[in-house]
């Protein structure tokens, strides 16, 4: 079941370890703690990310139907709970996005809504753009609004999500996202053209491709045989 949003008081956050020695998990920045979660950046990160939380967030990222992640979601989510509570908008985001995908944890559009707005009104664009997804069906001004305060504080991502969102202003939201040079944008764009100008799509795939996007590296290597 989804974890209810004041389920973990902040007294309650696990101590640390690092292999340099002693940290606090309140010290571990929660963009590295995500970073690691996702398994992207793990080689370059120092040696406090390494702190039991975001172990516990990368275990459960990385392999999200083994049975060591799924018994990891509960102590990974309570990690992230104790950072959003502290007002991290960052923490807020992934929260938002767990419960609005239903990753570990049973689809929960109200607690995404809720954790979206919180980091929305924070300032953070990526809760902005994931509350404008979740406004979008009951009230599609607001989701409007939204993803304009996104575009407004210069967030390139913006524009392919914008476009998914209002379809008939994609080829506007996809120009100045490809023009931003936006890997996502660039993703969409291939698509949207894909039928009219094979060349172009493949030259936007390529792109994309230089942004280290896996699914352009895949697509290519089918469009190639």
């Known amino acids: 079941m989804a974890v209810p949003i004041t389920a973990v008081p902040r007294a309650s956050q696990p101590a640390s370890v690092t292999p340099g020695g002693a940290a606090s998990l309140s010290r571990i920045s929660v963009a590295s703690c995500v970073a690691v979660a996702y398994s992207k950046v793990a080689p370059r990160c120092s040696a406090v990310v390494c702190a039991m939380g975001s172990k516990l967030l990368q ?10 992640a799924t018994s990891l979601w509960p102590r990974a989510q309570q990690f992230l709970l104790d950072l959003a509570q502290g007002g991290k908008p960052l ?7 767990w419960h609005r995908l239903g990753i570990g944890c049973n689809p929960n559009p109200e607690q995404a809504t809720q954790w979206c707005e919180m980091g929305a009104q924070l300032g953070h664009t990526g809760c902005m753009i994931s509350l404008a997804r979740l406004l979008l069906k009951e009230t599609p001004e607001q989701a409007r609004a939204w993803l304009q305060q996104a575009q407004e504080r210069g967030d390139p991502m913006v524009h392919a999500h914008w476009s998914q969102c209002f ?7 996809l120009a100045l996202g490809v023009a931003l040079k936006d890997p996502t944008a660039l993703l969409f764009w291939s698509d949207h053209i894909a039928a009219k100008d094979p060349a172009g799509a493949l030259a936007a795939l390529y792109q994309t491709a230089e942004h280290h996007i896996s699914e352009a590296c895949v697509r290519l290597s089918y469009a190639h045989g």
């Open 59 to 68: 275990l459960a990222e990385r392999d999200r139907n083994h049975h060591k």
């Open 91 to 97: 923490a807020m985001f992934h929260l938002g996005r």
């Open 167 to 173: 379809p008939n202003e994609a080829d506007e939201q």
